[in-house]
C-alpha cells in the first residue's frame, strides 16, 4: 500500500515515521495496515484553525444547557475535531475537579498549596475511563456499529456498559479474565446489562481473544489501541489547565497500565504546544506497580526510547520472551493496571520524550498507604490511583520533584470501585487483612483508621467516645 497524500481534515496516521501512512477516519483499525504500529488521529490544524486562545472554552462555561458545551470532553471538541458535532456521543462525562490537597502533599513531601489531585472518579461510570468512551462511541457511531466490545480490568467495561445503557447505540459485549475484577467494577457491567464475557485467564489473555474475535465478528473495539479513545482522554490535560487558570503545571504524575492516558497526555501537550496556545510542556512521571512493571523495566532499566520514532523495539521483544518463558504473570492489588503488555507502550515512549519523562514503580505497601493518605484527604480512590501519589513521594524523596513545583497528580477512579482493599487495609480482622493484603508482601497498615469494637452497652459506647473521639 502507498502512502496516500490526504485532504481531509481529520484522518489516522501510523505513528512510526518512517511509515507516517495515513487513513480516512471511517476506517476502523487497530493497527496501521502497512507495518503493524499504533495509529494517531491526526488533523489537518493549518485548514481547521483550532482557537488561538483559552478563553473560547471558558465562554462555554456560560451554555451549559448545550450537551455540548456542558461536557468536559466535548466543551473541548476543537481539539478533537474528527467527528460532526450531530455525531458526537455525550453523556455529561468530565465533570470532574482539580483539587489542592495540603495532607496529601505533605504526605508527598511537597510544600502547601503544590500538590493537586486531579479527580476522575468523578466521571458518570466512576472512572477517567469515560473520557475515552464518549469519543470511541462518537467514532462508532459515525461508522454505524452496532457492537462493541472490550476487554477490562474492570473500568472500561464499567463504562462501555453505562455508555450502552444510557444510549442504546450498541450492544455492549464485556472480556473479563476470571476472578481478577473487583466487585464494585464488575457489578456495573452487569447491572447495566452488557454481555459478560468471563474468560478462564488473565486481562492479556482476554485482550488477545477480544481482539482475534471482534475482527471475526465485525465488532466495534473500544480498547485503548482505538485512537479515538485517546482523543477523549487528552481533555483530562485541558480540565487540568482549565482549573489552573491555563497555567502549565511542572509535573503530571499518572498511574500506568495500558498507557493510554499517558500517551494521550503527550499528545495533548505536543498538539497545544505546536498551536501556540503553551510555551512549555510539563514533565511527565509514569508510575507502574512493582508487580506489573513492564515500562519501567524497559524505559528506566534497559533504557528503551523513542529516539524521534526510531525505537528499536527488539528490548521489549526480548522482555516479552522472558516474561513467558518464566510464566510471569502481571500481580498486584492495583488490579487496574495489572498489566504486563501494555498495549500504548510506543506511544508511551513517545510522550516521554515530548515530556521529558520519567517512569518509577511502587511496591503494594507503597499503594495501598498512599491510598488510604488520598482517602484521609476527602477524595478516595482506588489502588491503581494511588500509585500516582506513591510515585509522587518517591520522586520527591530522590528529589527528582521540587518541594515547590506545581504536581497534578492523576486520581484515575473512584473509591467505591474496590472496597474490599479498602476494608482489608483498615480491618482488625487479622485473617482479613492476610488474606487480601498480607499475602500480597503488605506487613503494616501504617495509616489505618481501624474501627473500635464494643459490647452493645451504652458505658462501653461512651467510654469509647471519650478515649478516641
Ligand atoms: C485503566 C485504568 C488505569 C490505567 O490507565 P492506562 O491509561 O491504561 O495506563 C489506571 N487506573 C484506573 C483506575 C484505570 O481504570
Ligand atoms: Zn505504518
Partial sequence: MAVVARTDLAFQQCVAPSCAAT?????????????????????????????????VFERKWMRRGDPLAFSGVWRFHEFLPYAPRESVVTIGEGQTLLAVSDGVGAYVGMRPGRLHLQYEGLNPSGSFKDNGMCAAFTHARMIGARRAACASTGNTSASLAVYCAVTRLMRGIIFIGSGKISYGKLSQALD????????????????????????????????????????????????????????????????????????????????LKALGLIQRVPRLAVINAAGANTLHELYTRRGLRWGGGRADLAPACHYYDE????????????????????????????????????????????????????????????????????GARQLVAEGVIGRDERVVCILTGHQLKDPTATVAYHTTDQKLFNEVLGSRGVSRASHANRAVSVGNRIDEIVQAIDLYG
Fill in 23 to 55: 487513513f480516512g477516519v471511517e476506517e476502523v483499525l487497530t493497527a496501521c495496515p502497512v507495518c503493524g504500529s499504533l495509529l494517531d488521529v491526526a488533523y489537518d490544524w493549518n485548514r481547521l484553525r483550532p482557537p488561538t486562545s483559552f478563553e
Fill in 323 to 390: 516474561l513467558d518463558r518464566d510464566k510471569r504473570r502481571a500481580d498486584t492489588i492495583a488490579s487496574a493496571i495489572e498489566i504486563n503488555r501494555p498495549v500504548n507502550l510506543t506511544k508511551c515512549l513517545r510522550a516521554l520524550e515530548t515530556c521529558d519523562g520519567v517512569v518509577r514503580e511502587v511496591s503494594e505497601q507503597e499503594i495501598l498507604d498512599a491510598k488510604a493518605q488520598v482517602g484521609a484527604g476527602g477524595l478516595g480512590c482506588e489502588p491503581a490511583s494511588a500509585a500516582s501519589v506513591a
Fill in 192 to 271: 447495566y446489562g452488557a454481555l459478560t464475557i468471563q474468560i478462564a485467564g488473565d486481562f492479556d489473555d482476554a485482550m488477545a481473544r477480544v481482539k482475534e474475535v471482534s475482527g471475526r465478528l465485525g465488532i466495534y473495539l473500544v480498547n485503548s489501541v482505538n485512537p479515538f479513545r485517546l482523543e477523549g482522554q487528552k481533555t483530562i490535560m485541558y480540565r487540568v489547565l482549565e482549573a489552573l487558570g491555563w497555567e502549565v503545571p511542572e509535573w503530571i504524575v499518572v498511574p500506568g497500565g495500558n498507557l493510554g492516558n499517558s500517551s494521550a497526555f503527550g499528545k495533548a501537550f505536543a498538539e
